[in-house]
């Protein structure tokens, strides 16, 4: 995984003095790094019923899209409040200074679903575990999380205890 770590860019600073970004941009430009990434985080899960993979905004469209695509599911976007143009679902987190919450279409889950959620970054795994919930709520069954970047020093995994997590590279 050392090859998928060379093409992720790090930017000092960003989006605030004293944070170290992981820009994964220069790994989806490139096309042997985009797929030894996407194949690493559906492999697992080929077999495994999945029907649906639920993508976390933003960067989890993308990696969520194609790792439907390799495992024959279907895709479901969870986004921030009000982007979303029909009924919705709604699951609030907790941030650094207040909290957010994440939305998804009332009718994207079936009741009994497997659903996989993916991202591309595991940090304090609050938006990780209001996407369970939104899951759970329509009644979708959580099959896992997938991850491509776990910061471990953020104790992610703690909000997410009984699920079963997946992540890639861990720094």
């Known amino acids: 995984m050392e090859t998928l770590k060379q093409r992720i860019r790090h930017v000092p600073d960003f989006p605030k003095a004293g944070i170290l970004?992981?820009?994964?941009?220069?790994?989806?430009?490139d096309p042997q790094g985009f797929r030894l990434a996407v194949d690493s985080m559906a492999t697992p899960y080929h077999d495994r019923g999945i029907t649906t993979i639920v993508g976390i905004e933003s960067r989890g469209f993308i990696l969520g899209a194609a790792v439907a695509d390799r495992i024959g599911a279907g895709f479901v976007p969870v986004r921030?409040?009000?982007?979303?143009?029909?009924?919705?679902?709604?699951?609030?987190?907790?941030?650094?200074?207040?909290?957010?919450?994440?939305?998804?279409?009332?009718?994207?889950?079936?009741?009994?679903?497997?659903?996989?959620?993916?991202?591309?970054?595991?940090?304090?795994?609050?938006?990780?575990?209001?996407?369970?919930?939104?899951?759970?709520?329509?009644?979708?069954?959580?099959?896992?999380?997938?991850?491509?970047?776990?910061?471990?020093?953020?104790?992610?995994?703690?909000?997410?205890?009984?699920?079963?997590?997946?992540?890639?590279?861990?720094?």
Do not use: W
């Open 80 to 171: 921030k409040r009000g982007k979303l143009p029909y009924q919705t679902v709604r699951a609030s987190y907790a941030l650094e200074y207040g909290t957010d919450c994440l939305e998804m279409h009332r009718d994207a889950i079936d009741p009994g679903q497997r659903v996989l959620i993916v991202d591309d970054l595991l940090a304090t795994g609050g938006t990780a575990r209001a996407t369970v919930d939104l899951v759970r709520q329509l009644g979708g069954t959580v099959e896992g999380l997938a991850f491509l970047i776990e910061l471990v020093a953020l104790n992610g995994r703690e909000k997410l205890q009984g699920e079963h997590v997946m992540t890639v590279l861990q720094y």
């Open 21 to 29: 970004f992981y820009d994964v941009t220069t790994l989806l430009k």
